[in-house]
């Protein structure tokens, strides 16, 4: 496949980038400053694109079979730049006959009623994000119905790896490398499920050439339950230290959110550090014929590791 991936610069994207390659795909990162794109492999090639402007979208999108819309905003921008980034690569994804894939989370779900989440569960978003995920989700499958796209919505849990070091992984990768303390939100002791970056890329690329995935969310879930504590203590054995792992609650948060505005449009996601959301799997198995990705907590931090002790040094 001849595969375009919005917002190549990414997590996601830019781990689908990474692996598209490996499976003999052809790919083009759509990011908005080519001059600043990161680490792309041999062959791939870069365009410059805002995702906020259509024409701009479309022309990089052409010619490709397959778009991955994997652009992404911060928290506080999701009501204006969203909806109209998702309606870009649909847009785009009509125009030229291209299956669109669309990283799905698990915000459009709200409150988990059961355990594990099947793809079957209600879908009652309490959250500003979530109901935007959610009207961009029935979008892109009202299209599908309608015979307008082919469309595919792996729905993954919490990723973490390599290129992945945003506010709430990064300190611990740093106290893992440093023997420093580091903090989770609300607490470590609650079930989470994660998922290693480039298994998430992994079931993408696969989920695309399956028409039977097609039209419908799909759950890739992570390796296994696991407690926040755990998964740290894993990073801060690695890195040959004990582990120091402290919380702070929702008070903090919104504390914080007082001057900065992405921690107080994170504040209404904070349930999903003490309600354990886990992903049930079965689906992806029933339409592949084989397990979901599942790299093993153990060695996803090491690799995770590695790459950001490489990153730490060169960025110093």
């Known amino acids: 496949m001849r595969i375009a991936v919005l917002g190549g610069n990414g997590s996601i994207g830019h781990a689908i980038v990474r692996r598209a390659p490996l499976q003999g795909h052809t790919v083009r990162?759509?990011?908005?400053?080519?001059?600043?794109?990161?680490?792309?492999?041999p062959g791939a090639e870069v365009v410059g694109a805002d995702l906020l402007d259509g024409e701009a979208v479309l022309r990089a999108c052409e010619g490709c079979d397959a778009i991955v819309h994997a652009g992404n905003a911060?928290?506080?921008e999701w009501r204006e730049k969203v909806p109209t980034m998702a309606r870009n690569a649909l847009c785009a994804a009509e125009a030229t006959g291209a299956t669109l894939g669309f990283p799905g989370n698990v915000y459009v779900y709200g409150h988990p009623r059961t355990h594990p989440v099947t793809e079957d569960h209600p879908m009652e978003p309490h959250t500003v994000k979530g109901k935007i995920r959610?009207?961009?989700?029935?979008?892109?499958l009202q299209a599908h119905r309608e015979g307008r796209i082919k469309v595919v919505i792996p729905r993954y849990p919490d990723f973490y790896g390599v290129g992945i070091a945003h506010e709430f992984v990064r300190p611990i990768y740093e106290g893992a490398l440093t023997g420093n303390g580091c903090r989770w939100p609300i607490t470590a002791n609650a079930d989470h499920e994660f998922i290693y970056i480039d298994d998430a890329a992994d079931a993408m690329l696969t989920l695309l050439q399956i028409p039977a995935a097609h039209g419908r969310a799909v759950h890739v879930p992570g390796p296994g339950t696991i407690t926040a504590r755990e998964f740290i203590s894993i990073a801060y054995r690695l890195g040959g230290h004990e582990p120091k792992i402290g919380t702070y609650g929702?008070?903090?948060?919104?504390?914080?959110?007082?001057?900065?505005?992405?921690?107080?449009?994170?504040?209404e996601m904070l349930y999903l550090f003490d309600e354990p959301l886990i992903l049930d799997g079965t689906l992806y198995r029933t339409l592949t014929g084989s397990p979901h990705p599942a790299t093993s907590y153990e060695e996803g931090m090491r690799r995770t590791l590695e790459w950001y002790r490489t990153a730490r040094m060169t960025s110093s």
């Open 29 to 41: 990162a759509v990011v908005r400053d080519p001059g600043s794109a990161r680490g792309m492999p």
């Open 74 to 76: 911060p928290y506080n």
């Open 134 to 140: 959610l009207q961009v989700e029935r979008e892109y």
């Open 250 to 267: 929702r008070g903090m948060v919104r504390l914080v959110g007082l001057w900065n505005p992405t921690a107080r449009a994170a504040y």
